[in-house]
Structures are given as C-alpha cells and as structure tokens.
C-alpha cells in the first residue's frame, strides 16, 4: 500500500469515529454513575441526563466506517455527513450544559464534581475528534483535482482496507462486521 492521501484521510476518519465510539462509551458510564450517586446535586440532574442521552445516541450512530460513494466521487457517502452534522452539534451543547452547571458551582471537590468534570473534558474530545472527521471530508474533497487514475487507486485502497459484510439489520440499521482484507 502506498501513501495515497485519499486512503490516510479515510482511515484518520474510522480512527476518529472509534475514538469518538470509546469516549461516548466512557461517557455514559460516568454519566450512569453520576446519576446513580444519590448526593447528584438537583441541578446537575438536567446537564447529566442530556450527556446520557447523547452518549446513548452516539453509541449506535458511529454507524460502518466511511467509504467512498464511486471512483470518480471519493467525498464520503451523505448518511456519514448527516451522523457527523448530528454529533457535530450535540456534543457542544452537552459539554454547554456540563460547564454550565460547573460554572455556577463553588470550588469544592465532591466525588460527583469530579465525574462531571472528567465528562466535560470527554465532550471536549468528541468535539475535537468531530472537526478531524469533517477536515478528512474537505480533504477528500480537494483530492477531486487529482488524475483519475491516482483516485482510482485511492478508491480501490479503501475499498480493499475494510470489507464489509452485512450480518443482521434492525430498525437501527445494519450491524456489520469489518475485517481487514490479507
């Protein structure tokens, strides 16, 4: 494999979905837990509930990793910008609600405060690893200048990175399975 510029954005992008999936994940521990802690302050309750809800909602959007829509357009397919446009834009207001609540507290360094603050700093990474996903999108756009052969190539890199099979769909969507290709 070479270093096709189309390839190294694609896989920055699924490295970037997988960080955003473990930090949601985290997120939602530390959110449970926080709620499960019977000296969660009232008005904390509110800020906490929203960052569960979108970690929960993130859980299932990161969705198959990007792949191309064709040879001749390499942007990733639209459902991927759509996930990443909702998760751009959830994420901020969560980490919104939890500063907030920090803001208007006293310095004082409850076990609960901690969790929030732990919260916090993860909504700030999902936001950072967010407009990573959307700099490969620009990127990959930019590559439209580039001679057909060499997207072709970065094309069939892609496509032979990941294969993906299909093996069992709901309401949700696809559940897939990727293995990388010998």
């Not at 993130?58 to 969705?63: A, Q, R």
């Not at 360094?109 to 909504?123: E, G, H, Q, Y």
Request: net charge positive.
């Amino acid at each position: 494999m070479g270093h096709n510029i189309i390839l190294m954005q694609y896989c920055r992008a699924a490295v970037a979905g997988i960080l955003r999936w473990i930090t949601s994940c985290a997120i939602l521990g530390m959110t449970a837990s926080c709620l499960a802690y019977e000296a969660t302050p009232k008005q904390a309750r509110a800020a906490i509930i929203y960052n569960l809800v979108c970690a929960c909602l993130h859980i299932p959007l990161l969705g198959p990793f990007p792949l191309p829509v064709s040879e001749t357009k390499l942007r990733p397919r639209p459902w991927y910008a759509v996930v990443l446009a909702v998760s751009t834009l959830m994420w901020p207001a969560a980490a919104g609600t939890l500063f907030a609540y920090l803001f208007s507290l006293s310095h004082d360094k409850s076990p609960i405060n901690t969790r929030i603050r732990v919260c916090a700093a993860l909504d700030i990474t999902n936001i950072v690893l967010c407009v990573i996903q959307w700099t490969m999108i620009f990127k990959v756009k930019k590559t439209e200048r580039f001679g057909e052969r060499y997207r072709a190539i970065g094309y069939q890199e892609v496509q032979e990175l990941f294969e993906i099979k299909v093996i069992h769909r709901n309401l949700l969507g696809y559940f897939i399975v990727v293995q990388q290709v010998d």
